[in-house]
C-alpha cells in the first residue's frame, strides 16, 4: 500500500480484534484470577494460591478459563475499537504532517495520550455488555452451588441478564469500565507508541528498530506502558469489578448504589489498598496481553499493508 494511502477504519478494526483475541487466549485464566481475587480476594493468600484453588475447585475449562467466549466477544466490542481506532487516527495524524511538509511522527506525547482516550472511551462503552459477562462468567464458579447463576456461555449470560435484571443493566458498572478503560488505552496506547519512537530514533534496536523483526523493541515499549497502565487503572479495575458481580438482595437493591459509593464502602471496610488488590495477577495479565496483542496488531497491519500499527 503507498505510503500516502489511509488503512481504512473497518481494517484496522479487524486487525484489532484478531490481535486482541491471540492475547486472550493466551492470558485468560490471569483475568478469571484477577476477577475472583478483586470480587473476594479474602479467600486467598496471593496469586498462586487462587489459581491453585480455582483449578482444584473447577478445573481448566470450567475454572482458569471460565467465561473465555465473553473474552473473544470483548475483543470483538471492545479490542478491535480500541486498538483500531487508536491507529487510525494516529495514522491520519501522521499523513496531516506529511501533506504539511513536517516528519510525519512529530506528534506531541500529549496528543497521543488524547487519541488513547478517545479509543478507549468509544471501545469501553461499546463493549460494556461483553465486559460485564466476562466478570459474571468469571467470578460465578466462586459462588456456592445454590448461588451460582450457572450461564450456558456468554450468549445464555446476556439474554439472562436482560431477562432478570432489565437491558439496561448490561451497562451496569460503565461508569468505571469507561474511566478505567480511558486511562488504561491512553496510557498503553500513548506511551507504547512514544517510547517507541524514542527507540527507533536512539538506534539501540537497529535501523528503524528493524533487529529481530522489531520484536525486542516491541517488547521493551509495551512492558513499560504495562507497568504504567496497570497502576494508574488498577483501582477503577476493583470498582469495576465489584459492581459488575454485587449481588442483588431480595427487593432488588444492589449491594452499591454507584461507583462512589462503592469507593467509600471499600475503602472503610478494607483499607485504601484494597484499590490495589489484584495488582499482581492484573499486571501479570496485562503486560502479556499488552504484549501480544499490539505486538500481533503491528506485524498483521505490517503484513497486510506494508505498514504500522502504532
Known amino acids: 500500500m503507498p505510503e500516502s494511502d489511509s488503512i481504512p477504519l473497518s481494517q484496522r478494526l479487524v486487525f484489532g480484534a484478531l490481535a486482541g483475541m491471540g492475547a486472550a487466549t493466551f ?3 490471569l483475568d478469571v484470577i484477577r476477577v475472583q481475587m478483586q470480587t473476594d480476594g479474602a479467600q486467598y493468600k496471593n496469586t498462586v494460591d487462587a489459581a491453585t484453588k480455582i483449578y ?10 471460565a467465561g473465555v467466549s465473553a473474552a473473544y466477544l470483548r475483543q470483538w466490542m471492545y479490542g478491535s475499537f480500541r486498538i483500531g481506532i487508536y491507529a487510525y487516527l494516529l495514522e491520519q495524524t501522521q499523513l496531516q504532517n506529511v501533506s504539511q511538509g513536517r ?3 512529530d506528534i506531541p506525547f500529549s496528543r497521543k495520550l488524547a487519541m488513547g482516550c478517545c479509543s478507549g472511551a468509544v471501545g469501553s462503552f461499546i463493549g460494556t455488555p461483553s465486559e460485564l459477562a466476562l466478570v459474571r462468567l468469571s467470578a460465578d464458579g466462586k459462588l456456592p452451588p445454590a448461588e451460582r447463576r450457572n450461564y450456558a456461555n456468554v450468549i445464555d449470560c446476556l439474554v439472562q441478564i436482560t431477562k432478570s435484571e432489565g437491558f439496561t443493566n448490561l451497562w451496569r458498572g460503565a ?6 478503560a480511558t486511562l488504561l488505552s491512553a496510557t498503553t496506547l500513548g506511551v507504547t507508541s512514544e517510547i517507541k519512537g524514542k527507540l527507533i530514533k536512539s538506534g539501540w534496536f537497529g535501523p528503524n528498530g ?8 516491541m517488547f521493551c515499549s509495551t512492558l513499560c506502558s504495562s507497568f504504567i497502565a496497570n497502576s494508574v487503572s488498577n483501582p477503577f479495575d476493583v470498582m ?4 459488575q458481580s454485587m449481588p442483588i438482595d431480595a427487593y432488588g437493591k444492589p449491594l452499591y448504589s454507584s461507583m462512589g459509593d462503592c469507593f467509600t464502602k471499600s ?4 483499607g485504601v489498598f484494597v484499590l490495589w488488590r489484584g495488582f499482581t495477577p492484573a499486571f501479570v495479565k496485562l503486560a502479556p496481553y499488552t504484549i501480544i496483542s ?4 503491528d506485524k498483521l497491519t505490517k503484513a497486510f499493508t506494508g505498514k504500522d500499527a502504532l
Not at 175 to 180: G, K
Not at 240 to 243: D, E, L, P, Q, V
Not at 267 to 270: A, G, L, R
Open 294 to 297: 499490539l505486538t500481533l496488531v
Open 56 to 65: 482444584g475447585r473447577a478445573g481448566l475449562v470450567e475454572g482458569l478459563y
Open 103 to 105: 516528519d510525519k511522527n
Open 175 to 180: 461508569t468505571p469500565t469507561v474511566i478505567r
Open 210 to 217: 528493524s533487529n529481530f523483526y522489531g520484536l525486542p523493541m
Open 267 to 270: 475503602v472503610k471496610s478494607e
Open 240 to 243: 469495576k469489578s465489584r459492581m
Open 27 to 29: 492470558c485468560h485464566p
